[in-house]
């Protein structure tokens, strides 16, 4: 799913800080399960604008709702009422669902309370973690169903580099190297000898951006 | 007889590390090409060492052709995507460049600006790849060169990784991608490398030692637990410990010789790579007592 993190309260507060009638849209979706873009935060967030602008001159109006799925357009319809009576929207979805609300009511400013982290999942501690870059190349089928180009932060092919200590990686001391559990993975399924097969550079054309599928539907 | 032709007839081999400065002040660096000059085979110039950013290699490199040393192009692919890396290839070569060594590079966060985008288009071992296809007389693409290079090419290999496996999985892949020779990391356990050594003798790639000059019992103490691959034996802490303060660099300017000295005379390896860090004066001070000037 995709996984997002509120901006801090100052950012946001900076966003709004001439807007009275603010509206809180949350979503149902990934934001929901990652607990930071759901029902609960909308009204958190809520609560910490109203609070934080309670010396301003003209009190800030601030109301809120969480739809089913921010990245649709059909699911927007019901909160045209809402929009008409507000200055300003703050959506809490991920960056995609920004865009969508944004070029649905195009005659008020939408702005992001989150920012858009990464694909990825939970962890046992609660750490959301990111497991896929959508690269559009996947190689997961040669290195055991572990991606280096997402969990290795130099995105390495081949093995890995000099930097490992512990089995923990160069660049972020608490991220287990991601070779070392290809490598480990590998031993498991007795593939070991696949591993000494060089791996090409990556086709990044198939990463241009934008990134288009057609469902052919 | 240049570094290539030094490892092919069967010579020791000694490089040392040239560190380009941050400024356009270059005379500290002319410097020490001038102390090692006719001392060593060849001077690797580093690639924006630790993710610092410097004078580019090949500009010091050039710098270091015109007075005399034999340069060791270090290339890293951590700040150039694939037309830059062939793109700076082809320009070395025509500086007169002869020597590449291809690595990843550390991660930017290792070095001065830790919020820099890095790239990574390639890594290590395809890197070595481009440099046979140009060699070759072609672009990775496939494309025809108008005039090919002739480069000599190695690689890098931290024979004290622990686990070692997968290193050792890497070292083959990069011998598999036409590495000439390598340079170690650090290494100071002398009877552990000679088990790499024993791996590595199966293909046929020379191997310098990775020399680093211990300064002090703190600093092999700080280097065991912070430089991921290096491992400094209790035996040499203590070596240093009970030199005192004082003598504490002189007694790693003889552990430096003293293990040059082994891995020549028990023939273990094809020679060394002194990385001096900051001190490429006292290079001269190691090899005499080495016994190899």
Request: aromatic share 6%; proline share 4%.
């Amino acid at each position: 799913m995709v996984i997002a993190e509120i901006k801090s309260l100052a950012d946001i507060n900076e966003m709004i800080k001439s807007f009275r009638k603010i509206f809180i849209v949350g979503c149902g979706e990934c934001v929901s399960v990652c607990l930071t873009g759901g029902q609960k935060q909308v009204e958190l967030l809520s609560s910490a604008l109203r609070i934080s602008g309670r010396n301003d001159k003209e009190k800030r109006i601030l109301k809120g709702k969480t739809i089913s799925r921010q990245c649709e357009p059909k699911f927007l319809e019901q909160i045209n009422k809402d929009i008409e009576e507000s200055d300003a929207v703050l959506s809490m979805a991920c960056g995609a669902g920004v865009q969508t609300l944004s070029e649905k009511f195009r005659k008020i400013p939408v702005f992001p309370a989150m920012d858009t982290k990464f694909i990825g999942v939970s962890d046992e501690a609660g750490n959301f973690i990111e497991m896929c870059s959508a690269c559009g190349d996947c190689i997961l089928s040669l290195t055991g169903g572990i991606c280096p180009v997402t969990r290795c932060p130099k995105g390495l092919l081949n093995g890995p580099c000099g930097g490992s200590k512990n089995g923990k990686c160069e660049a972020n001391p608490e991220t287990p190297c991601a070779w070392l559990l290809i490598y480990e993975k590998m031993k498991e399924l007795n593939k070991l000898e696949e591993l000494k097969n060089i791996n090409n550079p990556k086709d990044w054309s198939k990463n241009m951006r934008p990134g288009k599928v057609n469902a052919g539907i | 007889m240049s570094f290539k032709e030094a490892l092919e007839s069967g010579k020791f081999v000694v490089t040392a590390e040239i560190g380009p400065p941050k400024g356009t002040d270059i005379h500290e660096v002319i410097h020490h090409i001038e102390l090692l000059k006719g001392k060593i085979d060849a001077a690797n110039v580093t690639d924006n060492q630790s993710a610092v950013m410097r004078i580019c290699s090949m500009a010091i490199c050039k710098i270091a052709l015109e007075n005399g040393l034999e340069p060791i192009l270090q290339m890293t692919c951590r700040d150039r995507n694939r037309i830059g890396l062939q793109s700076d290839l082809l320009g070395a070569y025509v500086l007169g460049i002869r020597n590449v060594l291809c690595m990843t590079g550390d991660y930017v966060t290792a070095g001065d600006h830790r919020d820099a985008k890095p790239v990574y288009d390639v890594e290590s071992v395809q890197l070595l790849q481009i440099v046979e296809k140009l060699n070759n007389g072609k672009d990775m693409a496939g494309n025809e060169l108008k005039g090919s290079t002739n480069f000599f090419y190695g690689a890098v290999v931290t024979p004290e990784s622990d686990p070692v496996e997968p290193q050792l999985l890497k070292f083959e892949k990069k011998v598999k991608a036409g590495a000439k020779f390598f340079q170690t990391q650090a290494i100071y356990d002398i009877e552990a490398f000679k088990n790499f050594m024993k791996e590595a003798r199966k293909f046929p790639v020379k191997i310098l030692a990775g020399i680093v000059v211990l300064k002090s019992a703190g600093m092999a103490n700080f280097m065991n637990k912070n430089v991921p691959g290096i491992r400094v034996p209790k035996e040499l802490i203590e070596e240093l410990k009970s030199a005192g303060k004082e003598k504490a660099l002189d007694t790693g300017l003889n552990i430096a010789a003293r293990h040059i000295k082994q891995l020549k005379d028990d023939n273990i390896c094809d020679g060394v790579h002194i990385m001096a860090i900051g001190m490429e004066d006292k290079v001269p001070i190691i090899m005499e007592r080495a016994g190899l000037i």
